[in-house]
């Protein structure tokens, strides 16, 4: 069976410190892996997604970055934290980009103060 | 873009009752219809999806009627339970880049 963990559960984070996010998947070779984020309270908006090792896209410009090492690692990160990074980072990974499931990870919780 | 909305924010019913929630989307191209659940706190759960070869999907107490003229779907929840209390989202894709689109969610009580 597959499992996607993401890491840290939290983090409380000062404007204008780096981050960095982590996402693995296990049990499943080549996934297509996504990166959501959810503002409080808010809907969800895909911000970047990779169908292979070192390919990574970018779906929406949030000063953010995301690269994939690994075939079943996805890191999300920043330089610089912005208020507006304030939110539910979800992880998640597909069999292929064309029309399947989604399965999401339990999210990282980022508080920035 | 694609627009997914919501209608229902939030929706209270009695246990044993039917749920629905209605979205509509814009984009005709759209040809997928994912349903996720979120308990509080948690990620998102995949429940149950329809595609546009279909208009109509059931799995167990769950039902997803699609109406691609009315660029409609909706999420019918049999017998309700109060374990089915949560956050739903609906969300459309027409593809490419499995870019899902979701609704802003409607937060779902059953009360015992």
């Known amino acids: 069976a597959q499992t996607i963990h993401q890491w840290p559960v939290a983090e409380i984070k000062a404007v204008g410190s780096p981050l960095s996010l982590g996402c693995t998947i296990k049990?499943?070779?080549?996934?297509?892996l996504y990166w959501y984020w959810q503002a409080t309270g808010g809907t969800l908006q895909q911000l970047f997604y990779?169908?292979?090792?070192?390919?990574v896209e970018s779906v929406v410009q949030l000063n953010l970055s995301a690269s994939r090492p690994k075939d079943d690692q996805f890191i999300l990160s920043t330089e610089k934290l912005l208020l507006s990074h304030s939110g539910f980072y979800l992880c998640a990974w597909s069999l292929s980009t064309s029309q399947n499931t989604l399965y999401f990870g339990a999210g990282t919780r980022l508080s920035v103060l | 873009g694609e627009k997914v909305e919501q209608h229902e924010s939030t929706l209270s019913v009695r246990e044993g009752d039917s749920a629905v929630i209605n979205c509509t989307y814009t984009?005709?191209?759209?040809?997928?219809f994912p349903w996720y659940k979120q308990e509080a706190g948690k990620g998102l759960h995949f429940v149950i999806d329809?595609?546009?070869?279909?208009d109509r999907k059931q799995s167990q107490r769950l039902i997803v009627l699609l109406d691609k003229k009315a660029k409609r779907f909706s999420l019918h929840i049999t017998a309700t339970q109060p374990e089915d209390s949560a956050i739903y989202f609906c969300a459309a894709s027409a593809g490419g880049n499995n870019k899902l689109t979701f609704g802003q969610g409607t937060v779902l009580s059953v009360i015992p």
């Open positions: 990779s169908i292979t090792v070192g390919q």
């Open positions: 329809i595609r546009s070869n279909v």
């Open positions: 049990g499943k070779s080549s996934p297509n």
């Open positions: 984009d005709t191209a759209s040809s997928y």
